[in-house]
């Protein structure tokens, strides 16, 4: 049972472009969302949260947006660029929970 | 100001060892979280510690692995008597003391253990 999840796998866009990661989650408990981004052979770092009182969340040009009605989030990157090039994972908990629910990840690839 | 240090950064066991990973937080971090990531899967998450205590072990496989944060010295997770599939990326986190719900996780670089 899949509490996070990230439908696809992988996404490619071309430099300057928009690049759309999205996350839908089940637990109705969850109400702190976080992105984290993950280079090869390093662990994962934090980009971006939103708290479920928030529809929107926006740090340069990282934004969060929170569906709480339909259970999905988004990051959009604007403009991506080949640094951005990483594995996202979408993270989720609850209130009173220590731990976070990771999703699989989505491989964004920028191309020059 | 060091960040989460895990070591080693590659451990190789053969089938029926034990495997050690150690981990420490970032200074003033007492929270400590392991995952593990399968390959081609995503962060799962295994075990939840302060210092001195469990706080969370419902993703721990019921046999065979154990975790420990003490007072002093670094956080152990520890596989007996390994098999092929314990084969994966162990990444150990930490986050503030002070923290409340919203906290982040700090990641170190995780220890990659492979299972001949």
């Known amino acids: 049972d899949q509490q996070v999840k990230q439908n696809s796998p992988s996404l490619s866009v071309q430099e300057g472009r928009i690049s759309i990661l999205n996350c839908d989650y089940t637990?109705?408990?969850?109400?702190?969302f976080l992105w984290y981004k993950k280079y090869p052979a390093e662990g994962p770092t934090f980009l971006i949260s939103i708290s479920s009182i928030k529809d929107k969340n926006e740090d340069g040009r990282f934004t969060v947006f929170l569906n709480k009605s339909a259970k999905h989030l988004s990051l959009h990157i604007v403009p991506s660029q080949p640094g951005d090039s990483a594995v996202y994972f979408c993270a989720a908990k609850g209130t009173n929970a220590g731990k976070s629910t990771f999703g699989d990840g989505t491989t964004l690839t920028v191309k020059p | 100001n060091a960040g989460v240090m895990q070591n080693p950064r590659h451990l190789v066991r053969r089938r029926g060892q034990e495997a050690r990973l150690r981990c420490s937080p970032m200074k003033g971090h007492s929270h400590v979280y392991w995952y593990r990531q399968l390959p081609e899967e995503g962060l799962k998450f295994m075990v939840y510690l302060q210092k001195e205590n469990i706080i969370d072990e419902s993703g721990m496989p019921k046999e065979r692995f154990s975790a420990e944060f003490p007072k002093e010295g670094p956080s152990i997770l520890r596989i007996q008597q390994v098999v092929r599939g314990d084969s994966a990326a162990y990444f150990c986190?930490?986050?503030?003391?002070?923290?409340?719900?919203?906290?982040?996780?700090?990641f170190g670089s995780g220890t990659q253990l492979s299972v001949l």
């Open positions: 986190a930490s986050s503030p003391a002070a923290a409340g719900f919203n906290e982040k996780l700090f």
């Open positions: 637990n109705s408990m969850f109400d702190y």
